[in-house]
C-alpha cells in the first residue's frame, strides 16, 4: 500500500526516535547525540548513534529512521511498524482509496512543478533581466555560493511569463495555481509574483513547497509569501529548516530570527543553524520541530519595539511546554538591530560572544516581563508579582514551575532589597555572625491551640519593631496562613514598605495610626517586649535567623526547600549577601528541626 508523503513525515515528526530506541538499546549522551551497543551485531564498543531522525552504526552499517528500527529490531513489516507506531502517536493510518492515492500524486505532481518553477527564477537571476536583483543580493553582502546554496533567484516582471514557459513542459494553468505560483483574475491567470526576488521555501526532507519574494522598488508588501497549498502551510513551515538540520546535527547553535534575509546572512557569517518563520509568529509546531532538533533553540528576533513583543509572545508560548531537558535561550539585540545588520556591523565573532554569553531563559523572562511595568506603587509591584507568578504556573511540568517561580520572585525581592541599600545589619558583612547576648526571644507556650496563633503574633511584632528586616522577609511572611488581627496588619505593613523612603520602625507606627491600626498593633507588639539595636549587625542577624526558626516551625517544608535553594545560589554566585543568608536559614532550620521533637524549645 502506498501511504501520502505527508502522513509519513507527520508519523516520524511525533515519533521521538531516542526514546523508541531507547526501549530495546541502552543509550548515552555523547556530544549532541547518543550511542549505545548496536542490537543488530554483538560488539562491546558502542557505534550506534542516534541523531534527532536516523540511527545508523558504523559497526554494521544499519541505518535508518523510527519505522525502519521497528521493521529491523521487531521483524516487523512496514505496514505493521506503520500502524503500530501510529497507534502510539495517536494517528489514523490513511485508508488505501484512490483519493489518497490521486492526492498523494497531486502532491508529487505540484512538487515537480514547483522544482521547474525555481529553475526558471534562478535562470532569470543571472540573466540580464536579473541584473538589479543580483546586485542588490551581493550588495546585502553575499556570496555567489550562498546565493547558489539558498536556490534564490529573480521572478521576472509577471504578465504570463511563468504559463508561457511552463505551458512548453506540459504543465497547465490549473496546475501552476495549485501550486501558489499564479491566481485567477478576472481576465485570467495571472503571475502571483513579479518584480519580486524570489526565496525557495523547502521542507525539513529539501522538497520546495512554495517560495517567497521581496519586492524590489517601492510597494508593499515588501515580503510575499506564497498561499496555502496541499504542500503549504505557514503554521508548519520554517524556512532553512532543511539546511538548519544538518548543520544543528554538526554543533552549529539553532538560532531561529525573523525573516529569510537574517537567517540567510547568519549562514554566510558562519552560523548555519539560522531558520524563521514565514510571516507568522511562533507556533506550538514551530516549536516542537526546533526541540526535534535542539534541546536549546536560540531566539535572536529584531531589537525594536515589534521585536521585543514578538520574543516575548514565542517565550510566553514556549513556556506551557518547557521541560528539563526542553529549554529555550533569547538573545536580545540593542534598538534598531536585527541579526543581519548587527553581524554586518559588529562581525561574526561579536555574535558569537552573544550567543556563547546567552542568559538563561528565567532571567531574560524577568526583563522582559518587566519592560513598561509600574514596579514603584503598590498596586503596580502588587501586579507585576502576579504577571510573574502566573508565567511560572503556565508551564506544566510542575517540578519546572516551581523552580522558575522561585527564581522570578527571589530576582523581584533582590530587586526591593537594593532599592534600599541592602538592610542595614547586613552591609560589610562578609561571613556568619557570632550568635549575640542581645537576643532572648519569650517561647511560644506549649498549648496547642493557642501555639500557632502566637508565633504568628512574634513574627509579626518583629517585623514591627525591626521593619528593616521585611525586605528580606516579606516573601516568607507574605505566604504565612495568619490570624486575622496579624494578617491586617501584614496587609497594612507590606502598603507602606513599597512606599517607603526608609526603613524606620516609627515611620511605620505612624502609618499603622493612620490606617487606625494602631491599638492592634501594640497588642501584637507585647509579646516581643525586647528590641535590640539596629545597627547591632550580629544582634540582627541573631533576629533574623531566630525569626526564620520560629517560621520553620510553622512551614517546614518552605523553610528547607529554601535552604537547598540558597546553598544552590552559594555555589553559583559566591557573595556575601548569598552567605549571609544561607547562614541564617541553615541555623534556623536546625533551630526548627529541634523544635518538631519539643515545640517548647525552641531556642
Sequence with gaps: M??????????????PIAPLIARKVRLERSGREQKGCCPFHNEKSPSFYVYDDHYHCFGCGAHGDAISFVMQSDGAAFMEAVERLAAEAGLEVPKPTLEAAEAAQREADLSDVLEAAGAIYRQNLHAPQGVAALSYLRGRGLSDATIAQFGLGWSGEGRGAMLETLGRRGIG????????????????????????????????????????????GDGQPKYLNGPETALFSKRQTLYALDSARTAVRGGAALIVVEGYMDAITLAEAGFAGAVAPLGTALTEAHLAELWRLSPRPILCFDGDAPGRRAALRSTELALKTLAPDRGLAVLRLPDRDDPDSFVRREGAAAFAGLIKSAPNLVETLFD?????????????????????????RSIEDRSLAAEYRTALIDRLYAERRRSFGGTAFGKGRTGPAKPSPHVTLPRPAIDTETTTARRARLLTAILLCHPALLPDLEEAFGLLALPD????????????????????????LNHLTKSGLRELAKRVLAVFPQRVPDDDAAAMAELEASWYGIYGLMNLGWLRDQCAEQSRKWQQTPEPEVWNRLVSLTRALKRAERGEADSDAVF
Excluded at 502506498?2 to 515519533?15: I, V
Excluded at 506603587?377 to 501586579?383: C, F, K
Excluded at 488581627?485 to 502598603?495: E, G
Design 2 to 15: 502506498s501511504l501520502p508523503p505527508n502522513f509519513l513525515d507527520e508519523l516520524r515528526a511525533r515519533t
Design 173 to 216: 494553468a490549473a496546475q501552476i495555481i495549485e501550486a501558489g505560483l499564479m491566481k485567477a483574475g478576472e481576465r485570467g491567470p495571472v503571475d502571483y509574483f513579479f518584480t519580486r526576488v524570489m526565496f525557495p521555501i523547502r521542507d525539513r526532507r529539501g522538497r520546495v513547497i512554495s517560495f517567497g519574494g521581496r519586492l524590489l
Design 368 to 392: 522582559m516581563l518587566a519592560e513598561g511595568s509600574d514596579r514603584v506603587s503598590p498596586e503596580g509591584r502588587a501586579a507585576f508579582r502576579k504577571r510573574l507568578d502566573a508565567a511560572a
Design 485 to 508: 488581627d496579624c494578617a491586617r496588619l501584614r496587609d497594612a505593613m507590606a502598603a507602606w514598605l513599597h512606599a517607603a523612603s526608609a526603613l524606620d520602625s516609627g515611620d511605620l
